[in-house]
């Protein structure tokens, strides 16, 4: 425990007066009443912890509302150093450095960035730098930046709510992940739900979101694959590797001659990939073991593996898609994009790549592979195979279709 948590608990213990601030109470009860009552069914207010811990004892009145501290992970780790050290070690914290390391992130709608209506919504729980928050306040976004309140939710900071799996549903749901359409309708996510809604007893066996992806409570929610489904050392089945090789070209990671670019530098901070086969193993390993506490170790290395394969499956349709579009770089078929590094489509550009056939590519990338694999691990049939495979089968006969027919225009326009 830190200095300052040692103090506030000390404070709590022999001068309760100290532990809350009732000029606060008194006048947030008129101006934000439902925070002030979350505070009050919290641990927090339980404990002694007043609104000065968090926010400060400068804010005092209606005309300095600027000067009330807004909260950060290291204020939350006086007290919770331990999962704070976990946060800061995972890919949740990077999850605001790997939104604005998107190319084209800038190009979008503040609101959707900086103001959370969009991107920034979920990718508000990663850490940010002191200028970024001076921004985000100068721009009236005052929250956002606790990132611990994204799960836990402000102002009574449940321990049982942010360890519901719905607690995960607003951000890892819909277009590219949708983790919670595919656990909630899988067997896993069923049987949770019926013991939730009482159907089922207390005791049933029925993981959740945090059984799986946070055991024993840690906060670093990492994965083997990550969230890109690409890894190294690359893989030894010689087609896959080449496969992932042109989907690492595509991202930027790799340049043309399979060189590392700057951009991997981006994939490192933001922990969305596995680097090394120690990596990726101990975070398999970490999964097996939870498996196994209703499942045999064979079963549970055999489902792992079908994940395994289906990347590799997905990866094939995709790479081919991704060579389709390089080759029409090449022959001058199709105009690269100026901002494009590299003579490869860039999956990064998302909807923002310039013709149709890039778009069915980012399409065929971030949403149908990911459905596929991710489809697969989360033990969702119709999700692996319907909203994954099968569109990604169709989305390379388009691609071929749009291609050929590229190259017909482009030669009648040379006759």
């Given amino acids: 425990m830190t200095y300052r948590a040692i103090v506030i608990c000390l404070a709590s213990l022999f001068f309760p007066s100290a532990a809350w601030s009732q000029g606060c109470v008194d006048c ?139 607690a995960c549903q607003t951000c890892h749901m819909g277009f590219d992940h949708p983790q919670w359409e595919m656990y909630s309708s899988s067997k896993h996510g069923v049987r949770f739900l019926l013991k939730q809604s009482k159907v089922l007893p207390e005791t049933v066996a029925a993981p959740t979101c945090q059984t799986c992806h946070m055991q024993e409570g840690n906060h670093a929610v990492r994965t083997a694959w990550g969230f890109l489904a690409v890894r190294l050392p690359l893989p030894e089945d010689k087609q896959w590797a080449a496969d992932q090789t042109t989907i690492l070209q595509g991202l930027g990671v790799l340049d043309p001659d399979g060189k590392p670019t700057a951009r991997l530098d981006v994939v490192k901070t933001a922990d969305v990939a596995r680097l090394t086969q120690q990596d990726w193993q101990k975070e398999r390993d970490k999964m097996l073991k939870t498996c196994h506490q209703c499942h045999s170790a064979n079963f549970a290395k055999a489902e792992l593996e079908k994940g395994d394969q289906m990347i590799r499956e997905a990866d094939r349709l ?74 990604m089968q169709r989305d390379l006969t388009e691609i071929k279709t749009l291609a050929e027919e590229l190259r017909r225009r482009h030669k009648e326009k040379k006759e």
């Fill in 318 to 391: 995709l790479a081919e898609a991704i060579r389709i579009l390089a080759d029409l770089y090449k022959d001058g078929i199709l105009q690269k994009p100026k901002n494009y590094a590299y003579a490869f489509p860039d999956l990064l550009t998302f909807h923002d790549a310039p013709t149709v056939i890039e778009q069915k590519l980012f399409v065929m990338h971030l949403e149908h592979r990911m459905r596929a694999f991710q489809g697969t691990f989360h033990a969702n049939p119709d999700y692996a195979l319907w909203y994954g495979w099968s569109e």
């Fill in 28 to 166: 947030h009860k008129k101006v934000t009443p439902n925070i002030v009552s979350d505070w009050q069914l919290s641990k927090h207010s339980r404990s002694g912890i007043d609104c000065s811990v968090c926010h400060g004892d400068q804010h005092q009145s209606a005309e300095d509302v600027a000067k009330a501290q807004i909260p950060t992970p290291d204020t939350c780790a006086a007290c919770h150093a331990t999962q704070v050290q976990q946060f800061k070690a995972g890919k949740h914290a990077a999850a605001w450095a790997a939104m604005k390391a998107m190319p084209t992130a800038h190009w979008q709608p503040m609101a959707l960035m900086e103001g959370m209506k969009g991107c920034g919504g979920c990718h508000k729980i990663g850490l940010k730098t002191e200028a970024e928050i001076r921004d985000l306040r100068k721009n009236g976004a005052g929250f956002g930046v606790a990132s611990c309140d994204a799960c836990h939710t402000r102002h009574i900071f449940s321990l049982v709510e942010a360890r519901q799996p719905q």
